[in-house]
């Protein structure tokens, strides 16, 4: 049988007309013949619901206690979801993650899946029905866990890999992946095509369409993904291994306004700083992104680097812990940045790229705080007050108007 | 470990402010150094709303789902008040139904506890936790069940049943069960104590503060139960097996207007009709109370029957379609009826009793269109415009004013 994973998100089925038009796509997709297997998120707004409720109880909520309660939202939509589409006159059955086999390690509320144990939804799938799965959740030694950020995503990929489904469509409040976010850069086109790595970035780098767990797992099992929208029938963009670039060496551009800077400044010039800083930011789980060193006056150094936003004043913390073993003069810290960024396989083999970039910015009258590359990137700090003149320059430059 | 079961209804959890009262009682009484297990219903009115939600999407939703659906209610609540019990500084854990070893029949929506797995339970309270159980659900071969009307008051008897416990309290919007319903009879009395067999009649009759399938599983595992405000500290009524009547013979009264009659007139006189007539309405799991045949004219029968108001059409369309065989003339059908009803063990012993009972309802004006009485109760029909006279002058009769 050939299978279908489709993917719905919290705004897909906000409300009871919404959870229609989903249930019509999963039974016009069931009706061509195929096996499909639905996953789907929390309706609307409801897991911050959820959170703010638990908040006010106790304001520090067991990890445990907290993925049970989350954990209902999908299942809330699961079931109701299984009800919509039998409405269509398809046959449906709505799992829990853990009906649906989602072992998971035991980590509440960032939990990662050791195994899949499809038995109950291949048994389904046989019997003719479309199965209905409560995204975002699994379970561990008979406790419920929930996946984290981006995790009906990531249930969705782990489903399409372990069912081997041809395609993982995840239906989204925008019809594909755009050169640019079409609300910010009004020429965005959007991308027939894009591969995982580009994807990677693009998600990495601030286009919110997908978060880049997902992708990454997709990668790994070789999942062909389709981003397309819930509110239309349209092709949205594939995302595979490989895609023709066809004349252009550049696939989109991505803003990321969620991230801080942190600079030490006049550290003594002793081997082994650097590597201590970011060792101690690595094991408190913050992710350093950009890393600047350079000479400064009297030859000590300064160290720049990003983070996220959410993370800067831990980070901030960390660095002045530090301070006195790096011998830092000062500590500064900047959340007033965005990272403006450029991606495309094999970007970096053309020199001219960068140059255009950068061109594009100064005409733009953008002053540039830090560059960054690789090969498939390149990316630039400013200020955040720049970051939409700055990122309608590049997809200019790159795109045209 | 001396155990109390607590459960609390829907009303006593239905924002923060009540749920945090509620984590207050349990936290105290596990501070007295007694292991305690709460069972906690789905929040206010969040049950009646899945409802309506998945009415929206299918009139005819598949009950394995509508379980699914409707369990996720409890889960909110067993995890909000873990979190809340946790709040007050005494450790908590939150289980499911299943969690909590609920194993039931697979019949959704109306399921039965089939046996009680406590390990996970039991192990728990030995570690010191309180454990926070979502009433009225279970799992049956990997399916999560409901248990139906007054399904959490039923998980608690159960846990308190099977762990032994000393004392199941049901927390409710009212502070014990009283002589008459305090809403409508003003000079209505708490009382101290009730039996089972009286409790379980008053709850059959009409009596909302517990359902007669929990008292009946209470009766059976001798479970003693206490029925307490959740709204105040007040201690509140003793449900157990015995209870000294004292000077009193009659325990309380109760009314329901939630009962229909069905008339069948002139009956031809054939063996057997009766049977037929009831056997098809308990097929359909249409429960009759009170029956009455009487001979009416030219030697034909009358056959008058009461049913929940609920079954009512349900009972119509049966009785029509055998009208042919059993010969009626015409059928009649009055929703607008009340069943008062007084209670207490052995009064029936007392001729002077029922004597009493019609006396006060002919002084009040009162017109009885039908009477049935067992060892423990005494109950009339009368027209449902007359009920709250009824059950006050019934009341001012053996309980004063």
């Known amino acids: 049988m050939e299978i279908t994973v489709m993917k719905f998100g919290g705004t897909s089925v906000a409300n009871s007309d919404r959870m229609t038009a989903a249930a019509q796509k999963i039974a016009k997709e069931a009706r061509r013949g ?9 309706q609307g707004k409801l897991t911050d619901e959820l959170i703010a409720k638990a908040k006010e109880l106790n304001t520090e909520p067991t990890l445990r206690e907290m993925d049970a309660l989350l954990s209902a939202g999908e ?17 449906s059955v709505a799992m829990s993650g853990w009906q649906a086999g989602f072992v998971t390690t035991g980590s509440f509320g960032s939990a990662r899946i050791k195994k899949l144990e499809t038995e109950r939804v291949t048994a389904a799938l046989a019997e003719g029905k479309t199965v209905i799965v409560a995204g975002f959740q699994g379970i561990c030694d008979g406790d419920i866990t929930t996946l984290g950020r981006g995790g009906s995503d990531t249930s969705a990929v782990a489903l399409a890999a372990a069912l081997g489904a041809d395609i993982c469509r995840i239906y989204t409040d925008v019809d ?9 850069v009004k020429t ?81 010039n002793i081997p082994g700083i650097a590597s201590k800083l970011f060792s101690t930011l690595k094991d408190n789980n913050i992710h350093t992104d950009m890393i600047i060193q350079s000479l400064g ?8 680097f990003t983070i996220p936003v959410d993370n800067a004043e831990r980070a901030l913390y960390i660095a002045h812990s530090l301070r006195n073993e790096v011998g830092a003069t000062r500590i500064d810290c900047d959340k007033d940045i965005a990272k403006v960024s450029l991606i495309g396989t094999g970007l970096m083999e053309n020199p001219e790229i960068p140059a255009k970039m950068f061109a594009a910015l ?5 002053n540039i705080q830090m560059i960054s590359s690789s090969e498939i990137r390149l990316s630039v700090v400013v200020a955040e007050a720049d970051a939409k003149k700055a990122l309608s320059a590049v997809h200019e430059a790159f795109f045209g108007v």
């Open 75 to 91: 299942q809330i939509s699961s079931s109701l979801l299984a009800m919509a589409v039998a409405a269509q006159g398809v046959p």
């Open 34 to 42: 195929r096996g499909v297997v639905a996953v789907v998120s929390a």
């Open 176 to 184: 594909g992946v755009y050169t640019a976010d079409p609300r910010v």
């Open 362 to 366: 100064t005409s733009a009258g953008v």
């Open 297 to 304: 006056a009297d030859n000590s150094w300064n160290i720049t």
């Open 188 to 268: 965005a086109k959007k991308l027939d095509g894009i591969t995982y790595d580009e994807m990677f970035e693009m998600a990495s780098l601030g286009a919110g369409v997908m978060h880049n767990r997902s992708i990454k797992l997709a990668k790994k099992y070789n999942v062909p993904l389709e981003v397309r929208s819930s509110f239309s029938d349209l092709e949205g963009t594939i995302i595979k291994e490989r895609y023709p670039l066809e004349e252009k060496m550049i696939r989109g551009t991505a803003c990321d306004e969620k991230t801080a800077k942190i600079s030490l400044v006049g550290v003594s």
